[in-house]
């Protein structure tokens, strides 16, 4: 009874210390220091639960879209095979193809680095953004990009193993690829679940569109947009020292 009397004066700012000759003697906290004290204790603990809090907040909406983001890397994955195979039966088309992809990037790759950065930073976000935001019309559209996004890539990157190999290929994609398209296809598995919802609408399933549509809008600016300017940094200064070796 005795200890439980003293750690409850402990507790509410009063110490008990034993005096020389075996007695006890009482202190207290000033009010403020005793505030400060117990503040200083939360603050310590802050930071390590708002890092939980955001990792455990990543982890769970993940869960939430991994089938539609899994659909959407099997249709990138099964569209850049087709590109790669067409490329290789038909020649003429892929040449036409690689020469309006270089047309259209030719002018940002003879800017200064920096620029080419934000360039494909920008890119990456607006494309990213209509992915998810055109899931709004049932889903349709971002499967389309994406399947059209993995066939340019297949063609090009069988137009390239055939001059510089396989090796550059994968060095070339790799680095950046690794963090941009898991990224990407996050923004297309959030539009193609939003998409989804939209049709359960159509046909008298309860729904709520409206906050999940805002859920993936603070997904794609709180992890998505980040992790997509760290891959353009990847690409404009990472990947090109890479291949500078071989």
């Known amino acids: 009874m005795e200890r439980e009397e003293e750690y409850s004066r402990e507790k509410n700012g009063e110490i008990i210390a034993e005096t020389p000759d075996g007695g ?34 990543f982890t769970g909406y993940l ?15 099964g569209a850049l095979l087709a590109g790669y195979h067409s ?16 047309a259209r990037f030719a002018p940002l790759l003879a800017m200064p680095p920096i620029v080419i950065m934000f360039g494909i930073f920008l890119n990456n976000a607006f ?19 994406i399947a059209f996004n993995g066939y340019i890539v297949g063609v090009i990157s069988h137009i390239v193993a055939q001059e510089r ?3 550059f290929i994968v060095l070339a994609l790799l680095p950046h690829g690794i963090v941009e398209l898991p990224m990407v296809f996050l923004s297309a598995g959030i539009g193609l679940r939003l998409g989804h919802q939209v049709f359960a609408a159509l046909i008298g399933r309860p729904t709520e569109i409206k906050k999940e549509f805002k859920e993936g809008l ?6 998505i947009l980040p992790l997509l300017f760290l891959a353009a940094i990847v ?12």
């Open 24 to 57: 006890k003697e009482e202190k207290a906290y000033p009010p403020q220091e005793n505030a400060y004290l117990a503040g200083s204790r939360e603050i310590k603990s802050l930071p390590e639960e708002r890092g939980a809090s955001k990792i455990s907040e």
């Open 63 to 77: 869960r939430f879209i991994q089938p539609y983001v899994l659909f959407i890397t099997f249709v990138f994955f």
């Open 87 to 102: 490329s290789a039966n038909f020649p003429e088309m892929a040449d036409q193809l690689m020469e309006g992809f270089s």
């Open 127 to 145: 494309v990213s953004l209509l992915f998810l935001v055109l899931g709004l019309a049932l889903g349709v559209l971002p499967v389309l990009f």
């Open 165 to 167: 190999g396989l090796l």
């Open 218 to 223: 603070q997904f794609y600016f709180r992890w």
């Open 235 to 246: 690409e404009t200064f990472i990947t090109p020292l890479i291949l500078s070796f071989l």
